[in-house]
């Protein structure tokens, strides 16, 4: 009997590295301003080599995103959100944070405050490949297909309904933007607040790539 006991013990330990939890709702992430005193961001483009920025993020895992890099706009390592707080986004200067719940999805969610690395995402265009560094060194690459502002009309909460500013007659709420972001399997989604009217989180952009195989 005890052996069995043991037996069944594992296999639920086992499960639950193998089998994580789906995330217990969905969010939006506030990206705005962090209270804490930090140095001032410059937002300039940086002169490093991509083999350079890979040698600086690497770690030899290859399954967990390290880093993102767009040439001559910005490159920035990325640290993992915990999975019981969807709501995390690091106050650390020049850091991403990689959104749990979006994972799930088939996503790739990278998150910054607008104050601190987000503030790298506005100069972002259509046309520059961006770069999803792994730990091991590998690649994926991907391509803009879309760049969406938002106003939040409850800007402190990650359960705020949104205005699409291209169409502001479009009102949404938290779950839609959700699934029509980080919903959509296979996507990069970069997100960070947008500052108006004397609040840091006044709105939201969000930056939506798709893969570019081979």
Partial sequence: MNSILRFLSTIVVLGCFFFPLKPTTELIPVTKAVLEDSPSLVVEASDASL????????????????????????????????????????????????????????????????????????????????????????????????????????PNSPYSSFVNLANPVQTIGYEQLFYETYGVSGRLVMQTCVEKEGLDSWGRLFIIAEKIEG
């Fill in 51 to 154: 083999t350079s920025f890979i040698s600086n993020v690497y770690d030899s895992n290859g399954s967990v995103v390290r880093g993102i890099y767009i040439k001559d706009v910005l490159q920035l390592p990325v640290v993992q959100q915990p999975a019981s707080n969807p709501g995390f986004v690091s106050s650390a200067n020049n850091t991403v944070t990689q959104f749990y719940t979006a994972s799930y999805y088939g996503s790739i969610g990278l998150l910054a405050h607008n104050t601190l690395a987000g503030s790298y995402f506005f100069l972002v265009d259509f046309d520059d490949p961006i770069y999803v560094v792994y730990g091991d060194g590998h690649l994926e690459t991907y391509k803009v297909i879309d760049i969406r502002y938002y106003q939040a009309l409850s």
